[in-house]
């Protein structure tokens, strides 16, 4: 009868022991995976803040013109320690506008005006902007179908006047690779694309 109880309270105590063995083990496993938790989280958010998206030449364009209306003849990204921004150039009568919009969030960031006495680029204007062969599309339209025959991002677009032909020149990059490509600045149409390599001895 002795050694009945004996192992019974032996066996309670085992029972007992495992008991808070196993209640500890959980804390820790808990524990761990709570931290686990906490460094996945912090990982996702730190990836979500390096993948923002920007906006595109189209909407750089859209902004700045609200700031400040007239013809856009260029757009360039700019990637600064300071930040990144478009470098969007407006043409307004004999006026040069330099309009810099945040590239993720279309701050306008800063307007300078400066007048402009050259006559060469009066028929970049607004009000000029129609001629025999048409009327200008958008450096934004010009960016779009540049885009759309050659993938990457759009890091510059420029209006530009050559032996009599108006065309818009629209840089994108991929990774390595730099094509610019000529477009129509009255149809869209893709007349020439460049192709140009890191990797080139040149």
Do not use: C, F
């Not at 105590?13 to 995976?33: E, F, K, T």
């Not at 700045?64 to 260029?74: D, E, I, M, T, Y």
């Not at 993938?151 to 994108?172: A, F, H, N, Q």
């Amino acid at each position: 009868m002795m050694k009945m109880k004996l192992w019974s309270t032996v066996t309670a105590a085992a029972v007992l022991l495992g008991g808070a063995y196993g209640i500890s083990g959980v804390q820790n496993a808990d524990a761990a995976g709570g931290a686990g938790a906490g460094t996945g989280s912090a990982a996702s958010t730190a990836s979500t803040s390096q993948g923002k998206t920007l906006i595109g030449a189209g909407k750089a364009e859209a902004y700045a013109l609200k700031a400040a209306p007239g013809r856009v003849v260029s757009i360039d990204l700019e990637k600064k320690l300071s930040g990144t921004y478009y470098e969007v150039e407006i043409r307004s009568g004999n006026k040069e506008i330099d309009v810099r919009v945040e590239a993720y969030s279309g701050k306008i960031l800063s307007v300078r005006k400066e007048t402009d006495d050259d006559d060469d680029d009066d028929h970049y204007s607004s009000s000029t902007a129609a001629s025999q062969n048409g009327t200008l599309i958008s450096a934004a339209k010009a960016a779009e179908a540049a885009a759309a025959s050659v993938k990457g991002t759009v890091t510059e677009v420029d209006l530009d006047r050559d032996d009599g032909s108006v065309i818009y020149e629209v840089k994108i990059r991929n990774g390595k690779v730099s094509t610019e490509v000529g477009v129509d600045a009255y149809t869209a149409k893709i007349l020439y694309t460049d192709v140009d390599s890191d990797d080139d001895d040149d």
